[in-house]
């Protein structure tokens, strides 16, 4: 096949009047009993859709400077309500259609039950809100990209603090961590103000459409169908009684190992006595050891990273006005997913190239499933196949950092993969406390982190960074505010991600399988099914977390 090129891409921008004529069409469709050929037409049109809008969000990401870019994005997520209200109503009219048993023969009884959840999250009557959190997060976008941070003779953004802020001198470390939290308090008072106002403005959506507060919307919102905030809540139990103290016996060996006084919160991305490794060389020559690693792991990997390399589809350099942090998106109408980062020359470059390299090939691995419900699992499912390979890719992690720093490099990611679960549920656990009191003050908010941030992360010690110290650390996660609740999704899926590290200690080669196998099962199916499709044991269920847990801690010890 040719090889799609991402400069190619282009997608026609959709309309008030286009959306409308076009759904008018499916319903006369409808109307006459052709079913099978207004779920074929609607497909298609919801992948043109969705291909357009992504395309206009990841140009924003790439240069939220750009006033063409920030125009489109803004006409988008104004149009995104409109496109949702009729797509909600159609859903609607599938779902009341009197033959059940065809209607699911078609889609699949998964996909009804993903419809059945979208129709209670949407309603004309909150379609400004919508319309303005889209703007409000936006907002927040904009505000962490435009940090121009001087640190020894440069000037970076704050994802180019990374380097600095694992440096081997202690020095360094402490003043990139100044500066960096010297911008959030710097912005405070505007980064309180963006939440106070999406909080409030989530609660009231909630409460129009029905719900008590926003947490059982949002939970709809994310299409969680075989779980709920209980399950949650015991899940979050376990990594204070299982991970939390083992993630205190590793900081504090770390401590010893290095001679400090006490652990500082500068201290904590310092992992190994000798510098964190890093990659083997710049962007140019990660990618090309990648393509390397691919070809000796699996002939589809290789095969697809490829495609996405030849054809633009990769967008890693850290650059002035890009938007921080990573992500994979996707064009559903051509089949080829696109990775965004920003490399810095640390093991972040590593970790998220293979995590969004994850994303990617199972959206590959998936385009054929059929309908879009299908091409992406829920996000929980989803993260698997991300963190998955970044283990799975252990064995070849020589051609990345070097051969003299590969078991470095694992002994690095597998702690930190530790240390990240009490954070990640302490994330999930402050959201959960904030959507049930939305009336809550800015300083409120900030007190609840300090609270969670002692039973999760009870070593963590902010010397004179006072505004971290006074409970702001969670505004510099842009989860928190661009998509809410979604951040537990990242723990459950490592537990499941380290139960195919321990498969693939065992037998590599046979894990890869499961995996590759997963990751063409795409969103056929709900969370919990998916993961005991691939031989796994889900988060949820007793000792799960425990087992992977004890398997690190003898690795460690070891």
């Not at 810095?344 to 959206?363: K, P």
């Not at 419900?373 to 064995?395: C, K, N, R, V």
């Not at 702001?472 to 991600?497: E, F, M, V």
Request: aromatic share 10%.
């Amino acid at each position: 096949m040719t090889t799609p090129r991402f400069a190619d891409l282009s997608f026609p921008t959709p309309t008030r009047e286009s959306l409308a004529a076009e759904h008018a069409a499916l319903d006369a469709q409808l109307d006459a009993g052709a079913v099978a050929e207004a779920l074929a037409a609607w497909d298609r049109g919801r992948r043109d859709y969705e291909s357009w809008a992504s395309l206009v969000h990841l140009r924003f990401s790439q240069d939220t400077t750009s006033t063409e870019a920030k125009a489109a994005r803004e006409y988008a997520d104004a149009l995104s309500p409109e496109a949702t209200g009729h797509e909600v109503a159609l859903k609607r009219r599938l779902l009341a259609l009197p033959d059940r048993a065809a209607l699911e023969a078609a889609v699949g009884p998964h996909v009804l039950r993903l419809w059945e959840t979208d129709i209670t999250t949407f309603d004309p009557v909150i379609a400004a809100d919508l319309e303005e959190e889209a703007k409000l997060t936006a907002r927040y976008t904009e505000l962490i990209a435009s940090a121009q941070i001087s640190i020894r003779g440069t000037t970076t953004n704050l994802s180019g603090l990374a380097p600095y802020a694992e440096d081997p001198d202690r020095a360094t470390r402490h003043e990139a961590e100044a500066l960096r939290w010297g911008f959030f308090a710097t912005h405070g008072e505007e980064l309180d103000a963006i939440y106070d106002a999406l909080v409030r403005l989530r609660h009231g959506m909630a409460r129009k459409l029905g719900y008590e507060n926003y947490l059982a919307l949002g939970y709809r919102r994310l299409r969680r169908t075989d779980y709920d905030t209980a399950d949650v809540a015991r899940y979050r139990d376990q990594v204070a009684e299982h991970v939390v103290p083992l993630v205190g016996r590793l900081l504090e060996a770390r401590r010893q190992r290095f001679g400090w006084d006490r652990l500082r919160y500068w201290d904590e991305a310092l992992v190994d006595p000798e510098g964190n490794p890093k990659p083997i060389g710049d962007h140019d020559t990660l990618v090309a050891a990648a393509r390397t690693m691919f070809d000796r792991m699996d002939p589809r990997l290789a095969a697809f990273y490829r495609l996405m390399e030849e054809g633009g589809f990769l967008d890693m350099r850290n650059r002035a006005g890009k938007a921080g942090g990573g992500f994979c998106t996707s064009f559903p109408s051509v089949g080829v997913p696109f990775i965004f980062a920003n490399f810095n020359g640390t093991h972040h470059d590593i970790g998220v190239f293979t995590h969004e390299m994850g994303h990617a090939f199972q959206n590959w691995e998936s385009r054929n499933l059929p309908g879009i419900d299908q091409l992406w699992p829920t996000m929980e499912a989803a993260e698997i196949h991300s963190m998955g390979l970044e283990f799975l890719t252990y064995p070849h992690m020589a051609l990345l950092v070097g051969e003299g720093a590969a078991e470095r490099f694992r002994r690095m990611h597998l702690e930190t993969s530790l240390a990240f679960l009490p954070y990640g549920v302490c994330v999930d656990h402050f959201q959960h406390e904030v959507y049930q009191n939305p009336e809550a003050t800015p300083a409120e908010r900030h007190a609840i982190w300090q609270r969670l941030e002692r039973r999760y992360m009870p070593w963590t010690d902010y010397g004179d960074l006072a505004w971290p110290a006074k409970g702001g650390r969670w505004q510099a996660k842009q989860h928190i505010y661009n998509s809410p609740l979604y951040y537990i999704d990242y723990t459950l899926a490592l537990c499941c991600a380290m139960q195919f590290w321990v498969k693939a200690r065992r037998d590599a080669q046979a894990a890869l399988a499961e995996y590759v196998a997963l990751c063409g099962r795409g969103g056929s199916a709900p969370f919990q099914a998916l993961v005991r499709s691939a031989g796994l044991i889900s988060p949820f269920a007793p000792g799960a977390l425990a087992d992977v847990v004890r398997e690190a801690e003898g690795v460690l010890a070891a």
